[in-house]
């Protein structure tokens, strides 16, 4: 008879073993999605027996989290910007940053009717998802080029209850052709890491996330290019750009943004005190 804390104990000595950051962290964690309860109440349950299936499913979910599979693959979801949302490997997982990328438009744009929305290269549907449910009467238009993210997004956007608001796009945005339709808002949490960045990043993310929502195979600063060139044929005048961005790419992005019409340049700092936004205005 194995009791929660036997359980937990054990996973955590693998898990350390193997190398994983937080090991005891990632086995409560893991456990408490089994157990269906909150991490902490694991304290409550420590003389708990495990059931057969339990034991069963934390020993499967243990050994893939030792091999470096991300912890949100394993359970299949992620919180973001307080929602919940599905992940598949064919999606990156929502990153705490991006909920600041969200917070600058809902704290620009709250309470302001009838906007629409373009979010390119929308992955899960995080960002949208979460403009829809913050932004009442919002238009929203998201796009990306893989067919299995786009099939993850509509799933998010219908968890969350927004599927009305959001029109999901599989295209190559390059593509795409709005003729004289144009956007208020144009967001974007594009692929920003360098070929050489890419294989310095944690095994967790280069194992297992798409690389192709990661890199861009070249300098990190490609779809900058091509966003912001593109942005005069999708945005309003007056209308509004909020791009993500890597770290120490902020100079060469506010470069591009001037150079394609944009004043009213405004660059944000995450929690690590990283330029981790940038917006502008279009002219
Ligand atoms: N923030 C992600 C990471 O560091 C990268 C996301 C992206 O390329 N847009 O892994």
């Known amino acids: 008879m194995l009791t929660v804390l036997e359980s937990v104990k054990l996973s955590a000595d693998y898990l350390e073993k193997k190398g994983i950051e937080s090991p005891r962290l990632n086995a409560e964690l893991l456990l408490s999605e089994i157990l269906k309860c909150k991490r902490l109440d694991l304290y409550l349950k420590f003389d708990q027996p495990l059931k057969e299936h339990e034991i069963v499913k ?33 999606v990156l997982i929502p ?18 009717g009838g906007l629409k929305i373009i979010d390119i ?28 993210a786009i099939t993850v ?36 949490n594009p692929p920003y890491i360098s070929a050489d960045e890419y294989p310095t990043l944690q095994t ?20 900058y290019r091509t966003i912001t060139a593109k942005s ?15 770290q120490g790419q902020h100079d060469k992005v506010e470069v591009m943004l001037r150079q394609n019409n944009f004043s009213d340049i405004k660059i944000i700092k995450d929690y690590q005190q990283i330029e981790r ?4 205005e279009l002219k």
């Open 95 to 112: 990153r705490p940053e991006t909920e600041l990328l969200v917070e600058e438009i809902i704290k620009l744009f709250g309470g302001v």
């Open 204 to 223: 967790e993310i280069t194992k297992y996330e798409p690389s192709i929502a990661l890199t861009d195979a070249a300098d990190g600063l490609n779809f």
């Open 121 to 148: 290269g929308t992955g899960s549907g995080n960002i949208p998802v979460a403009l829809a449910k913050n932004l009442s009467d919002a238009e929203i238009t998201a796009v990306d080029v893989s067919e299995k």
């Open 153 to 188: 997004a509509v799933e998010n956007s219908r968890l969350n209850g927004v599927e009305e608001k959001i029109e999901f796009i599989h295209s190559d945005f390059n593509q795409l052709d709005f003729g004289t339709d144009r956007f208020d808002i144009l967001v974007s």
């Open 277 to 280: 936004v940038i917006t502008g």
């Open 58 to 90: 934390y020993r499967d979910w243990i050994s893939r989290r030792g091999k470096f599979e991300p912890l949100q693959y394993i359970t299949g979801k992620v919180e973001f910007f307080g929602l919940t949302f599905n992940v598949t490997p064919d």
């Open 232 to 246: 005069n044929a999708i945005l309003k005048t007056g209308g509004k750009i909020f791009l993500e961005l890597g």
